[in-house]
T-cell receptor
Framework: NAGVTQTPKFRVLKTGQSMTLLCAQD?????MYWYRQDPGMGLRLIHY???????AKGEVPDGYNVSRLKKQNFLLGLESAAPSQTSVYFC??????????????????FGDGTRLSIL | DQQVKQNSPSLSVQEGRISILNCDYT??????FLWYKKYPAEGPTFLIS?????DKNEDGRFTVFLNKSAKHLSLHIVPSQPGDSAVYFC?????????????FGTGTRLAVRP
């Protein structure tokens, strides 16, 4: 009964380093999302995917890349980390992008987050 | 341009009393609204939702009210319990517009005093 699992939970990087955040879901959801949460800003969508092999930009995509090679996994990459990318990152998944459509009112299910600090 | 606004960053209430969390939105295309609850070091969890065809939805101690003319929704928790202490996010979606996603407010931190 894992739901959405994010790896790692914490990470400290130096400016210019690269890393990949992994999100895995075991609910057979089609849609997956990456958000960042910053103080006073709520959750902002970085990238999302509507199915295996597809990705799309969200509200704040600059500086990030994503890949969805397998339906259950959604990877978020930082090629050259910057201090402005210090944040808490959340992955989410859902049956439908529009809550209320298909399979009842299925909302997005979130992982527990990755706290990323860039020095 | 904050399309979903939670103007109260924090709220403190006594155990057993009512907690009222407010949310305003500006995008008239939003037609589905959700509340998420978040504890420290955990991800947000879905709490309750409401479609724009309704003005009220109730689930146990939680009730969400929607006033479309005022573009305002509120979450009522009665009675409030110490375990309700968390950050509450309001979110909105536009079902009719393909490609639209959830837009979140900035959150309200609720503290329920024993």
């Amino acid at each position: 009964n894992a739901g959405v699992t994010q790896t790692p939970k914490f990470r400290v990087l130096k400016t210019g380093q690269s890393m990949t955040l992994l999100c895995a879901q075991d609910m057979n959801h089609e849609y997956m999302y990456w958000y960042r949460q910053d103080p006073g800003m709520g959750l902002r969508l970085i990238h999302y995917s509507v199915g295996e092999g597809t990705t799309a930009k969200g509200e704040v995509p600059d500086g990030y890349n994503v890949s969805r090679l397998k339906k259950q996994n959604f990877l978020l990459g930082l090629e050259s980390a910057a201090p402005s990318q210090t944040s808490v990152y959340f992955c989410a998944s859902s049956y439908s992008m529009h809550p209320g459509k298909g399979r009842g009112n299925q909302p997005q299910h979130f992982g527990d987050g990755t706290r990323l600090s860039i020095l | 341009d904050q399309q979903v606004k939670q103007n109260s960053p924090s709220l403190s209430v006594q155990e057993g009393r009512i907690s009222i969390l407010n949310c305003d939105y500006t995008n008239s295309m939003f037609d589905y609204f959700l509340w998420y609850k978040k504890y420290p070091a955990e991800g947000p969890t879905f709490l309750i939702s409401i479609s724009s065809i309704k003005d009220k939805n109730e689930d146990g101690r939680f009730t969400v009210f929607l006033n479309k003319s005022a573009k305002h929704l509120s979450l009522h928790i009665v009675p409030s319990q110490p375990g309700d202490s968390a950050v509450y996010f309001c979110a909105a979606s536009a079902q009719k517009s393909s490609g639209d996603k959830l837009t979140f407010g900035t959150g309200t931190r609720l503290a329920v005093r024993p």
